[in-house]
């Protein structure tokens, strides 16, 4: 259950009730106190702010409890989440004052005409002269909003502005938020098209599939900056990363795994190419019809891609029937698909990486009992798969090597990378993962980055730590 954080503005009569009865009427209601601070104290009223966490589905007992309290008066009720949004969350400044009217013609007219024209002249001195070097657009449709579905470009807003937040503060890297008001495929690589030339990357972000896959596919093939879909990459990354080092704890090589990868979505795909990627020799992916085989006939044509992988299982049938030996189960799906007598079908310590949100397949301490390593998206449980800690990090990479794309290699570097920052002394089955506040991270992840794309040659600058 979800929790929150609220905040009552009470008026208090003195004489006629004490904030022990406010505190004790939020407790029974399910409140918790987390603070008090007085606004006002009057000889006949008193103002308090109170702040309080409550599950979701308390906050309205809560609030009744202290509106039928005599002797007080509730003034406002304000939701800390919806403060903390109010007037948006990020802004434009600039890296410099203009004080004067020299100021004024050095960074716009009329001296701003001969850095336009030496760009003209060179479109690479865009990087040095222009914010360029260190901006990625963060785009999306509102058509695949996690947990919430097609909300509409409009309401998506607030995702993309916390994203934008997440790329300075991990790893100083300036993005803008942009929602796109349209659902064709076409409009939305045109338009994407036109608004590059000022940004050093795009990240595609809550884009339904399968519409994801050929936006992405275009746009890479057209554009010479970085195109990275987040749900499809930044979920296969981490979900790698945590693999791996799972892996380590149950002590199985890569190689002779099986794996059932649940729900071929934007994120399923991806997660199956980069397990091949990683060297899976056995692997069955699986939606609501059943196992796609090698060898079988699908209208989706990343389906069909996956069904000419040698890796993949020519067996048909159902997840009842293909999670039967399974050594790694990977969700990318919904809520309650996976049942406690599917791991026990599974081999000797299995691993389950229920992904769903805000949901996952399985509830985790009804699994707990039959499984050895047990991740989920949700951080209120160990070992979340978070596509935080992928996406600044390889950003600030390609950003600080100019990468003409994101490849596959770099990718699977970035999850290498992730994976190491836990170490071998603190690695066990409730942490194989870091914290997307571990400063090792971004760092780590940069640097593994900046040589893959220099190893594969999609480098156009080597950065000076690198020379």
């Given at each position: 259950m979800a929790n929150t954080s609220i905040i009552l503005r009470v008026e208090l009569t003195n004489g006629q009730v004490t904030f022990g009865d406010v505190a004790a009427a939020i407790s029974r209601a399910g409140g918790d106190v987390t603070s008090i601070d007085v606004i006002r104290v009057g000889k006949e009223t008193s103002v308090r702010d109170i702040t309080v966490d409550v599950q979701d589905s308390a906050e309205a007992q809560v609030v009744e409890g202290i509106k039928e309290l005599a002797g007080t008066k509730l003034i406002n009720v304000s939701d800390r989440t919806f403060l903390a949004h109010l007037g948006g969350k990020i802004s434009v400044t600039p890296s410099m004052p203009i004080k004067n009217r020299d100021d004024l013609s050095r960074v716009y007219t009329p001296g701003v005409a001969r850095v336009c024209t030496a760009i003209?002249?060179?479109?690479?001195?865009?990087?040095?002269?222009?914010?360029?070097?260190?901006?990625?657009?963060?785009?999306?449709?509102?058509?695949?909003?996690?947990g919430l579905g097609d909300i509409g470009a409009l309401a998506s807003a607030p995702v993309m502005e916390g994203k934008a937040m997440?790329?300075?503060?991990?790893?100083?890297?300036?993005?803008?938020?942009?929602?796109?008001?349209?659902?064709?495929?076409?409009?939305?690589?045109?338009?994407?098209?036109?608004?590059?030339?000022?940004?050093?990357?795009?990240?595609?972000?809550?884009?339904?599939?399968?519409?994801?896959?050929?936006?992405?596919?275009?746009?890479?093939?057209?554009?010479?900056?970085?195109?990275?879909?987040?749900?499809?990459?930044?979920?296969?990354?981490?979900m790698m990363a945590g693999l791996l080092n799972a892996l380590k704890v149950v002590n199985k090589p890569i190689e002779s795994i099986r794996v059932v990868v649940n729900g071929i979505g934007a994120a399923g795909v991806s997660v199956c190419k980069m397990l091949l990627a990683a060297g899976v020799g056995r692997l069955v992916p699986v939606d609501r019809d059943g196992a796609i085989v090698r060898g079988g006939t699908y209208e989706q044509p990343m389906w069909q891609w996956l069904a000419q992988q040698p890796q993949v299982e020519d067996t048909p049938g159902t997840l009842d029937t293909v999670i039967q030996g399974a050594d790694v189960f990977i969700g990318v799906s919904r809520a309650g698909l996976l049942k406690v007598h599917h791991v026990q079908a599974m081999a000797e310590d299995p691993i389950v990486f229920a992904l769903a949100n805000p949901q996952p397949e399985i509830d985790p301490e009804v699994a707990q009992p039959y499984v050895r390593v047990m991740a989920t998206g949700r951080s209120d449980f160990p070992n979340q798969i978070n596509n935080v800690l992928c996406f600044p990090g390889i950003f600030r990479g390609a950003l600080d090597c100019r990468a003409r794309r994101i490849n596959e290699e770099m990718k699977l570097a970035a999850a290498r990378a992730i994976a190491s920052v836990v170490t071998d002394a603190e690695l066990n089955e409730s942490y194989i993962i870091p914290s997307i506040f571990n400063d090792q991270v971004v760092k780590n992840v940069r640097h593994a980055v900046i040589e893959a794309a220099i190893a594969t040659d999609v480098a156009r600058r080597i950065p000076p730590d690198f020379r």
């Open positions: 003209h002249e060179n479109p690479n001195k865009a990087y040095s002269l222009t914010i360029k070097r260190n901006t990625v657009a963060v785009i999306s449709d509102g058509t695949a909003v996690l997440l790329f300075k503060q991990l790893a100083d890297v300036d993005a803008f938020p942009i929602c796109l008001d349209t659902k064709d495929t076409e409009e939305i690589i045109r338009t994407i098209k036109a608004i590059s030339p000022v940004f050093g990357g795009i990240n595609l972000e809550d884009i339904s599939s399968p519409r994801c896959f050929e936006i992405e596919s275009r746009l890479e093939k057209e554009l010479d900056i970085p195109v990275f879909h987040d749900d499809q990459h930044g979920t296969a990354v981490v």
